[in-house]
């Protein structure tokens, strides 16, 4: 799974920067494509959901998804020939 920010949807209010216990939403620097800044994903491997959500079948975490009031984060299946990175984090 794959962790994405729709940036369409996204406002910029940077509550997912807020929530995510590992700090993987980081406050951005580009406008996207309405204007507003989209925020960055640092080491998006590192997210509990995009690492084992599939193998529980099962959301673990998601507080960015259950706090972005645009419904602007999701997680999508990655193709089968795109190169992934996994981190395990003790
Ligand atoms: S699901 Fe949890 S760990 Fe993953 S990016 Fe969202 S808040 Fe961070
Ligand atoms: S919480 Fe949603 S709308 Fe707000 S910055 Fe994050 S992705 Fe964008």
Known sequence: MKLVIDEHRCK???LCTMVCPY????EG???GPRGYVIPALDQPE?????????IYGRQLCGMCQLTCPDQAIAWIEEKPYEAHKVVIEY
């Open 12 to 14: 910029g209010c940077n």
């Open 46 to 54: 590192r997210c509990t959901n995009c690492r084992l959500q599939k």
């Open 29 to 31: 620097k580009r406008p």
């Open 23 to 26: 700090r993987i939403f980081q």
